[in-house]
């Protein structure tokens, strides 16, 4: 009889209850274990990681317990385990995804097998492909459990109100010829977040990866978003031969990012009356040339979650090489208008433009923490900027990110005839009105 775990293999990585349970119930699911070895193997120790605080319980040769010892597996040989989880969908502390794993020890080395389950009633896409032109509404929550497509000539469209949970590491993504349709309100957004719904995670960075537009999505359109929780809330990729923006954002929070708020890839991205606030590394990024227009935006990153050294605006015409070696230049257009790029580095926008391709900047009535002596400063000042003073949020270290009484932001900007509300949609002043996503109320 021998204690080498390593001899010990799973039928699968995780055992999956993919039950969706609308009252208080329980599900069943089987696993097999293998002994892979040419002698018995004895598990000293088998047992749930969570204890008896666990959901869910173990079963072997019908006794059902959280933990088992001394189990022996035959020289290649297998055996059934159960294991049962219980859930109350309709409690507020189950989680949308509950998990625990079952821990086997032999000797002094360990395997454990992952277990998962749906807790709250809610609409789960487990690694699903949306194939037909759809409609998520506000009706139930919609959970997201790895890589969720929507496919070519497909449009989802997500209703005001409706609330999307991504789990660790799920992402969602718009492929090429589909398109994207958030339509928030102002008085119900749609939301995207972690599904850790525990107070402590409420702004915790990296829960889940994001949204991911791939090249070729076409007419991707959000409104009244918040987008939250994620490793890179917004990715974009490639834009469209037309130079058509491949993505259009207003009203819409983007915020708490363990990487970036905003990733463009040689892409087309338009910003309006937006927020980007708080991210580990960046809050936008223009990277390897593309076009880029932020209007009435407010980039304010002084989160507490991180250590951070990149400024939070990067933008870059740097070249691209493929496989075959051929070198292609990029072009770099962007518009910063009435827009506000703050936070705790002394460089909070950089632009690199180490590559061949053009760059045309237009950067105005903006207010910026920059480093002088890196810009041309003259040119930048003359465009109605503010640079280097304190915007006067009023409460960063609590998300807010709207001007206190003497911002130097205020009645500042520069009429855009087209954009006559702010973030919250109320009406700018049409003479004067304040830079940054938010109109002050006096």
Sequence with gaps: MVENIEDLEFDDDTVLFDTVFVSVGSATQVFQIYNRGDETLLLNRVELAGGERSPYRL???????????DIELLAGDSMYGFVEVTIDPSSIETPFVVKDSVIFTSGKGQKDLKLVSWGQNAIFHVNDTITQTETWTSQAPHVLYGN???????????????QIYGHSLSRLIVKRGASLRVLGSVDFPVVFQGDRKEKRFEEEPGQWFGIHFLPGSVNNYIRYGVIKNAHRGIQVDSMLPSREPNLVVENTSIRSMSQVCVLGY?????MINCELIDACEFLFVGELGGNYDLFYCTLGNFQKSCVRTDPSVYLSNADYEDEGGTVFKNKLDFQIANCIVYGGEEDELIINGSGGGEINPVIGNSLLRIQVEDKDLPAWENAGNIINKDPKFVSPGELNYQLDTLSPAIGKALPLGAITTDFFGKPRDGSNPDIGAFERDE
């Design 59 to 69: 079963n072997f040769d019908g006794v059902s317990d959280v933990s088992f010892t």
């Design 266 to 270: 040689t892409a087309s991205i338009q």
């Design 148 to 162: 969720n497509f929507v496919k070519k000539g497909v449009t989802l469209t997500i209703e005001e109100g409706t």
